[in-house]
Nanobody, 124 residues
Framework: QVELVESGGGSVQAGGSLRLSCASS?????MGWFRQAPGKEREGVAI??????ISYADSVKGRFTVSKDSAKNLSLQMNNLKPEDSAMYYC??????????????????????WGQGTQVTVSS
């Protein structure tokens, strides 16, 4: 059974940092981070595509950095956190070869495998 397991969430004050990790049991061509705040739709945060291309949501550019720790594991370094970053963060993986920007917009519907999420809470 394929698994994606997120870790590293927690509670921090605005301006603080967190590092999220995603451990996968399978090698995916595309992996990314998504988030969902209460009452809002799930949205793309950062994607690494099969060609190595990376795409970030405008709201996190310059503050978040996505990286592959290994062929199967993904991280998200989050700096200068803001209260609006509070959400459940999900790791997702897929086997396609579309550009990172495409997955950022469509990944909620097009990436087949998802973790259970890790909560990030940022207080002002």
């Amino acid at each position: 059974q394929v698994e994606l397991v997120e870790s590293g969430g927690g509670s921090v004050q605005a301006g603080g940092s967190l590092r999220l990790s995603c451990a996968s049991s399978e090698l995916f061509y595309t992996m990314g981070w998504f988030r969902q705040a209460p009452g809002k739709e799930r949205e793309g945060v950062a994607i690494i595509a099969s060609n190595g291309g990376i795409s970030y949501a405008d709201s996190v550019k310059g503050r978040f950095t996505v990286s592959k720790d290994s062929a199967k594991n993904l991280s998200l370094q989050m700096n200068n956190l803001k209260p609006e970053d509070s959400a459940m963060y999900y790791c997702a993986g897929g086997y396609g070869h579309q550009p990172a920007e495409w997955y950022l917009e469509t990944g909620v519907r097009t990436l087949p495998l998802w973790g259970q999420g890790t909560q990030v809470t940022v207080s002002s």
